[in-house]
């Protein structure tokens, strides 16, 4: 089955690539946008049919590589 | 003295290391990472580069590599590790030291050199050098050192801080830090001080007619320290 999982920085880390895409959409005519942060998406395509272990599964990978937790979050979709 | 430069795909300050490590006296071994067991060493080496490209996060996935197991027991045993630069992002990675390199404040590559100031002796790396501020050169892009508050005091209160960047007179102010590290961290130690990582590139500074010499002062006492 498909598992999605995105990763974003955990709230108060600074993220300048966040910051310079906010600059650069205000600078282009979106004044609205006051703040940017950028994160990673994955597809993960794990061959188990059991959703809830599946999950389990994606859980322990976010927190061995996909994610590091000092500094990011993530979220299982 | 044996000494070891661990060789993953993208790593690219290796043979500088080499050179370095040898021109002080050093038997270095190059070992490719997925070459089976450590040879026998007295200091680990992780050099600088773009491991697996940076991909996912700068030494994520060099971090989990198979050699590493080895390296996190020799270096819980006791053994020095050096990691520099892209060294010292797979030993945070790794989790042996604590905390993370992120992305540069100024959103840009920096290649230059810099001032370190020393701020612990209580080490095999840094405590018999005669100098209190060293001129090393950094080249990343991920070296803004980062870690909570809870880390950075501990790291404070256990004097693991083990350099940090300054000016020339050795004041560590907003203005000598050029990645927007906290602390104006360059450099830190694991709590038993036999791990090192640190941004800037000693390997590149071992001929005062090249480049500059300070790099030699750091080689020359670790290998003062071993022999011991």
Known sequence: MKIKVVVTLKNGVLDPQGKAIQQTLNNMGFPEVESVRQGKYFDLEINEKDEVKAKSRAEEMCKKLLANLVIEDFKIL | ???????????????????????????????????????????????????????????????????????????????LVLGVCNGFQILTETGLLPGVLQQNKNIEFICKNVFIKINDRENKYFNNIDKEILELH?????????????????LEDNNQIAVSYCDNKGNCDYQANPNGAIKNIAGIFNKNKNILGMMPHPERMIDKYLSGDDGSLFFKNILNNLKR
């Open chain 2, 1 to 79: 003295m044996k000494s070891s430069v661990i060789i993953f795909p993208g790593s690219n300050c290796d043979r500088d290391m080499d050179v370095a490590l040898k021109k002080f006296g050093f038997k270095n071994k190059m070992v490719w990472h997925n070459d089976g067991d450590l040879p026998q060493s007295d200091l680990i080496v992780l050099p600088g580069g773009f491991s697996y490209g940076d991909y996912l996060r700068c030494g994520s996935i060099a971090g989990k590599s198979k050699i590493i197991n080895s390296v996190i027991d020799f270096a819980e045993s006791g053994g």
């Open chain 2, 138 to 154: 950094i080249a990343h892009n991920e070296g803004n050192y980062f870690c909570s508050n809870d880390e950075l005091k501990k």
